[in-house]
């Protein structure tokens, strides 16, 4: 059974790893939303491209995020993300090291 609760850890580190990398990238977009660069620059679009799904998806969902034209999807954002980092993920962690 020890070989499956490790496995689980394992993959639950991977997911924890990329919502902490998520985390900062969402960071990164809303930084460059301020300062407006070149939207043809490959490192502008990937972040854009990997952020703009989940902030239009909180747009839809909650409305109210825009304010007086300061969109606060972002916010939604890292605050779900670390809701999942400190609840859902220490949850399964606990789990696995019961399973072990």
């Given amino acids: 059974m020890f070989v499956f ?7 639950i580190s991977v997911v924890d790893t990329v919502l902490a990398l998520y985390f900062w990238i ?3 977009s809303a930084l460059l939303s301020w300062i ?3 939207p043809y620059n490959p490192i502008v679009r ?3 491209n990997l952020t703009e799904p989940a902030f239009d ?3 839809r969902w909650f409305p109210f995020t825009n304010l007086g034209g300061v969109d606060l999807s972002p916010i939604v954002v890292l605050i779900a993300i670390q809701f999942t980092r400190m609840f859902v993920i220490q949850s399964l ?5 019961g399973i072990g």
């Fill in 5 to 11: 609760s490790n496995f689980f850890i394992a993959v």
């Fill in 26 to 28: 969402v960071i990164i």
């Fill in 36 to 38: 407006n660069p070149d």
């Fill in 46 to 48: 990937i972040i854009r």
């Fill in 57 to 59: 998806l909180v747009r």
């Fill in 93 to 97: 962690y606990q789990m696995a090291a």
